[in-house]
């Protein structure tokens, strides 16, 4: 093992379907902690606040908890994203690319957005310091991006 590998994060997200989310007219009511139960209030039997999904918004039935009002999507064709988190210097650096990871690969060559946050200074990620930060260091990072992207296996531990 080298020593040090684990000094940046590598992590990777595909759009893979709309994930509608609907929050009224749920059929099952939540029962934790008898049962699992996607619902945010777990004081009250049965639970409060639920939510369910929706396999393709406006059609019925809808998935899982079954519920069919109020509904809107959480995720979009743009929602696809490789990023490196660099603790050592708080650094969270992230190329977006549209597309559908079912219709086949996504291809990050060029991406259609970045993102550059300093973790340690901006924790909630409010300030994307991009486009003003040195060239320099985005070819770095975008660079130290693609190879973590391109390799597999043991390969990953010398990247």
């Excluded at 486009?131 to 130290?144: G, N, R, T, V």
Aim: with cysteine; proline share 5%.
């Amino acid at each position: 093992v080298a020593a040090g590998w684990r000094t940046t994060n590598f992590i990777e997200y595909y759009f893979v379907n709309d994930n509608a989310k609907c929050v009224e007219n749920c059929s099952i009511p939540g029962t934790y902690p008898e049962a699992e139960a996607a619902c945010a209030d777990l004081s009250t039997m049965p639970n409060g606040d639920c939510w369910g999904t929706e396999k393709n918004m406006g059609e019925t039935p809808a998935t899982d908890m079954a519920c069919n009002a109020d509904c809107y999507i959480t995720e979009d064709i743009r929602n696809n994203f490789i990023a490196l988190r660099r603790p050592s210097d708080g650094l969270l650096y992230a190329e977006y690319k549209t597309g559908d990871q079912t219709d086949g690969n996504v291809e990050f060559s060029s991406p259609d957005f970045n993102e550059l946050f300093n973790t340690t200074e901006d924790p909630w990620h409010v300030n994307n310091l991009y486009s003003s930060a040195d060239p320099a260091l985005i070819q770095e990072l975008h660079d130290e991006l693609l190879t973590w992207f391109a390799c597999s296996g043991d390969s990953c531990r010398s990247s």
